[in-house]
Structures are given as structure tokens and as C-alpha cells.
């Protein structure tokens, strides 16, 4: 039976991770848009209250944002990084 090369093993299950911390790009997306909407709907219904919704949208959504990066951070992490492979 053949063994896995341990080095191998973990490059692989860094890809791996990698991936999955990219799928937490999807929440702020949906998140985002949706903010959008309700703010374009906002100001359609109160157009002299723009400056607020925008300010208040913007906040949100830079609020929102962070999860992506930190969701991008560690894949960047596991990909170059390779913190895993220090031990071998």
C-alpha cells in the first residue's frame, strides 16, 4: 500500500482550506447588494435624506467587507504562507 508524502498531505489540505475560507466572500456579496437596494429604495423615498442613507450604507458595508478580507487573508495564508509545513 502506498504512503502519502506528509508534505503532500498538507499542500493539499492547505489548497483545501484555502478554498473553503474564500467561500466566506459570498455573505458580504449577498450582504452588500442587498444594502444597496434598501438604500436606493430609501432614497428614492426620501430624497432629501440622501447624504445620511449614503454615509449609513457606506459604514455598513465597510462593516460588512471585513469578513471577506479576513476570509481572503488566510487563504493567502495557507497558499504562500504555508505556516502548516513549518513543523516537518
Known sequence: MPSIDPKAFILGCSAIGAGLAMIAGIGPGIGQGYAAGKAAEAVGRQPEAQGD????????????????????????????????????
Open 53 to 88: 442613507i449614503i454615509r449609513t450604507m457606506i459604514l455598513g458595508q465597510a462593516v460588512a467587507e471585513t469578513t471577506g478580507i479576513y476570509g481572503l487573508v488566510i487563504a493567502i495564508i495557507l497558499l504562500f504562507v504555508r505556516p502548516l509545513l513549518k513543523a516537518f
